[in-house]
């Protein structure tokens, strides 16, 4: 888990890039369709910040008791006016950064509910760098504007993947036993993310000789694992290549999808 001032700064990243699309939005692009499927632009902009309504001003107590989700109706009301969406993004977002302001090391380390499972209220903030992250991309990629996928945003988004590496490897992509893929990551983030299969599909620290190298950069590796954009638009751009067993390496370039 990331230090309280990281996940403080990769917030505050991810709310700057709400709060700045919500400045500069046209009147057609809140209504333009995002890379989520049933939502435009302005369904995920409503979706993103009602959980942050939802979790201002609270902290687990435990484990198995959710933050208060009753709350994001109260917020999602009278928020199809764009207007009045900016001005209580930009009210729920201060909330929260005076809630961040707020937290103690220790904080993190309590018990939480999170969508994943029990876990803690910091991995839980890891989630919502997450879901921010990848939401922000929802909207920049069907609209052809640039982001920056740099920083400790991009840093733990990348990580809710790798994190879950080994099951993508074995169970969505199907990797066999005694094979192994290397997933070599170009930029802006640069990684070699290597899984071995020895009983389970498994990270492991290095592959001198791969079965398979997957390359991509590492926004298409996320948005891909997230199942937002198209593998065959991507292998036909070349975003998407690999070398050594050509069909281990073609069904790893469709089926990294893990999450939606």
């Known amino acids: 888990m990331r230090s ?3 996940i403080r700064a990769a917030l505050e990243a991810c709310y ?3 709060e700045g699309l919500c400045a500069d939005l046209s009147e ?3 209504t333009a369709q995002s890379l989520c499927p049933d939502w435009v632009v302005r369904d995920v902009i409503q979706h993103v910040v009602s959980i942050e309504a939802v979790m201002a001003g609270w902290l687990p107590e435990d484990d198995r008791t959710p933050p208060p989700f009753g709350r ?3 917020f999602l009301e009278g928020t ?3 207007a009045v969406l900016a001005q209580s993004v930009g009210a729920v ?3 929260r950064r005076r809630d961040l302001s707020e937290l103690t090391p ?3 380390d309590r018990p939480s509910w999170m969508p994943v499972g029990p876990g803690s209220y910091g991995r839980f903030l890891e989630i919502r760098v997450f879901d921010f992250w990848v939401h922000v991309r929802d909207i920049t990629i069907p609209l052809g504007r640039s982001t920056d996928d740099t920083g400790l945003a991009a840093e733990l988004a990348l990580a809710q993947v790798e994190s879950s590496i080994g099951y993508i490897a074995g169970k969505k992509v199907g990797v066999p036993e005694g094979s192994s893929i290397a997933f070599q990551l170009t930029g802006p983030l640069v990684r070699e993310i290597d899984v071995a299969v020895n009983g389970r599909a498994k990270q492991v620290e290095h ?3 791969p079965t398979t190298t997957l390359t991509t950069d590492s926004t298409t590796f996320i948005m891909l694992a997230c199942g937002r954009i198209d593998p065959q638009a991507q292998i036909d751009s070349g975003a998407v290549s690999w070398t050594g067993d050509g069909e281990l390496g073609e069904r790893a370039a469709r089926n990294l999808r893990f999450t939606m």
Do not use: H, Q, V
Request: hydrophobic share 55%; aromatic share 4%.
């Open 80 to 82: 199809d006016d764009p």
């Open 106 to 108: 220790a904080d993190l």
């Open 28 to 30: 057609a692009d809140w």
């Open 4 to 6: 309280l001032d990281e």
């Open 16 to 18: 700057a890039a709400i």
């Open 93 to 95: 977002l201060a909330e």
């Open 207 to 209: 592959l001198d000789n």
């Open 72 to 74: 994001a109706a109260s």
